[in-house]
């Protein structure tokens, strides 16, 4: 399976700064993802980060907020923009294949603190 | 209602014990199923796929019942490295998109 590398895996940030989380495989994968898992709660996805064209963001997240970029099949970036306290969480990015196994393998993850 | 359900627990047994965790879905289209384990401030690990024959790995049993529209893990003989959170992960894949979705895990605690 893929081997992902996403940093940084902790910041502390103040409030109303933007925040740039780094994901790059080791691999070509065809799709990539940002989750975010608040304590205690289970991954929700934020959106499917798309090579070449604009990420497609899931109900409650927008652009403004998370810009993504994916310039290659290996590289994407999440941003956290305009941080407030309610922003501290785990992202996390992920990556899957259109293969017969359809694994998701997921980056070690970034925590963030918002002061 | 969820896409994905899963009672969170958390699920308290003792060392040996045999213990069960289902998980429903609501997409009859879905297609990829999967169990994922999550320690403690980590990110989710595969665990294992499930298909509808049943797939059995050591002390870990998963089963799809595609009529009912749920998934099972049996873990046998419980170690206390067993003690995490387990995802059950529902994927489909429709008009080009791959939709993965989670759902929101159970919580097991194994006890000497």
């Known amino acids: 399976s893929a081997v992902i590398s996403q940093k940084p895996s902790r910041d502390i940030c103040q409030r109303g700064t933007s925040l740039t989380i780094q994901c790059q495989v080791d691999?070509?994968?065809?799709?990539m993802f940002w989750y975010r898992q608040q304590p205690g709660q289970s991954l929700t996805l934020i959106a499917t980060?798309?090579?070449?064209?604009?990420?497609?963001?899931e109900s409650g997240f927008v652009i403004d907020k998370f810009p993504i970029s994916r310039p290659n099949l290996t590289f994407s970036t999440l941003t956290v923009s305009n941080m407030s306290p309610e922003d501290s969480s785990i992202y996390l990015c992920?990556?899957?294949?259109?293969?017969?196994?359809?694994?998701?393998?997921f980056g070690a993850g970034s925590r963030l603190t918002v002061l | 209602r969820k896409e994905v359900e899963q009672d969170p627990g958390p699920f308290n047994v003792p060392e040996g014990a045999t213990v069960a965790f289902n998980c429903t879905y609501s997409?009859?289209?879905?297609?990829?199923f999967f169990w994922y384990r999550q320690d403690c401030r980590k990110e989710p690990k595969l665990l294992m796929s499930v298909y509808s024959s049943g797939n059995e790995d050591g002390r870990f049993t998963a089963q799809l019942n595609r009529a009912s529209q749920y998934i099972s893990l049996l873990i046998r003989d419980s170690k206390l490295s067993d003690s995490a959170t387990y995802l059950c992960v529902v994927i489909t894949i429709s008009g080009g998109s791959y939709i993965p979705t989670f759902g929101r895990g159970t919580s097991l605690i194994v006890h000497p």
């Open positions: 980060a798309n090579q070449g064209s604009e990420a497609t963001y």
């Open positions: 997409n009859s289209a879905s297609q990829s």
């Open positions: 992920s990556v899957g294949e259109y293969s017969g196994a359809n694994v998701l393998t």
């Open positions: 691999s070509q994968v065809t799709m």
